[in-house]
């Protein structure tokens, strides 16, 4: 294992021309952006990463400058997802042979496998590779849900190392990081319930909102895990509270993201069809939502 994962990993969005072209000049400052706000990790190809509209092709190259970018200053966690147990293998493989961290794994989609058929799919992962893996657990996106009984069963597998939990339930974090939270790092995936489970010992935070106000997501860890400084920690939780909840229940996650970029000033493109750019009146929604926000002030003057 190269590195243990912690604190604020962005799930990267997927910079792109007006064309639709991936857009690595973008991508390149968008990251130097991140690593220079203090996030500790960096995972391309996630949900935010629009994974599922890419070729073979173009996941590599994301990786590949993903890894450029990054330069060894911070891990790589690449997601490997795809709909059948062969291609996670390749990708993952792939992710580890250009040189990742490790590799974050939803449930394969649409086929939605029983528990023992999704035990014998990471089971073939686990084989095949031999850096750590993150389980990533949404069912709203997959279809599959990974109770904390089954994670826990998972994690005897040694590659299983780390579980970003997407569900928004907070007892799921409590469980999980009561049944196997001496052998998994467990990560907040559920962006409004990330202050709390930052407090009852979650190790940190996969988020894609990270992409829009990353200093504001590595104080509020700095508060709260460095610092211990709780009263602060909640006031900037509070102020990122109206930004998240619009995010998080907006239905339009990855394109909100992505606009909200822009507004910050930070332009990555729209997402690819059949997601479409934010409408007018959505923009005017989030530039509400990013005022609450110190790291935002002045974002009615930035780029839209």
Request: with cysteine; proline share 6%.
């Amino acid at each position: 294992m190269k590195t243990t994962l912690h604190g604020i990993l962005v799930a990267l969005v997927t910079p792109m021309k007006a064309n639709s072209h991936l857009d690595f000049n973008t991508y390149a400052k968008h990251i130097e952006a991140m690593i220079g706000a203090g996030v500790h990790g960096l995972i391309p190809l996630g949900s935010t990463g629009e994974f599922y509209a890419l070729s073979p092709q173009e996941r590599r190259d994301v990786i590949q400058a993903t890894l450029e970018a990054a330069d060894g200053r911070v891990p790589v966690v690449a997601g490997a997802n795809a709909s059948s147990t062969r291609e996670v293998v390749a990708f993952s493989r792939e992710a580890e042979e250009l040189g990742c961290d490790g590799v974050m794994l939803a449930p394969p989609y649409y086929s939605l496998p029983q528990p023992e058929e999704l035990r014998a799919h990471y089971r073939a992962v686990n084989d095949a590779i031999g850096i750590p893996i993150m389980l990533y657990n949404y069912p709203g996106r997959t279809g599959v849900d990974m109770t904390p009984e089954f994670i826990e069963r998972l994690a005897e597998l040694p590659c299983i190392r780390y579980v970003k939990e997407s569900t928004g339930e907070i007892g799921r974090i409590s469980t999980l990081l009561r049944r196997c939270g001496d052998r998994l790092g467990v990560f907040c995936g559920g962006d409004t319930v990330a202050f709390e489970s930052l407090a009852l010992g979650a190790v940190g935070w996969v988020g894609g909102v990270v992409n829009v106000v990353p200093r504001s997501h590595v104080e509020l860890y700095r508060l709260m895990i460095e610092k211990r400084e709780f009263a602060a920690a909640r006031k900037l939780y509070f102020q990122m509270l109206p930004l998240l909840n619009l995010m998080e229940g907006g239905g339009k996650y990855t394109q909100w993201v992505k606009a909200a970029c822009g507004l910050m000033g930070r332009p990555v493109g729209a997402p690819r069809a059949p997601l479409r750019a934010a409408t007018a009146a959505e923009l005017k929604d989030l530039k509400a939502a990013l005022a609450a926000i110190p790291e935002s002030r002045g974002v009615g003057k930035t780029k839209s």
